[in-house]
């Protein structure tokens, strides 16, 4: 990769974790630039944790999500995704359910709006 498109897709991502970091100064993240064509920049959210604010205000700069609840895994994965930007990919602990069988796991669009 040449030196001016590293350095772009780096801003790229360094923006998003402003972003992150407003919400989350003590997340655990990493930044998977192989994933993706752009990327993505993956949370991991404790038990509890909840996305909401940040969701809106990445909604609000134009990101659409996705959500996932895979219980035998114990995580709900919420997937941000705009043109030209990183994936966001934010995974919240829950509560592991191994006992029935995983149904197909099938991701359906979310919002965070209110209202």
Known sequence: MRPRNLRHRLEKAAKLLVIVQKYFPEVDCQFADEKGAHGHLMLRLPMGGDPAR???????????????????????????SKEDQPDVLIEVEIHANRLNPAREIVPEPFTFKEG
Do not use: M, Q, V
């Not at 134009?62 to 919420?78: D, E, K, M, V």
């Open 54 to 80: 940040l969701g809106r205000d990445l909604e609000s700069k134009g990101f659409g999500f996705t959500r996932t609840r895979n219980p035998w895994l114990g995580a709900i994965t919420y997937r941000a």
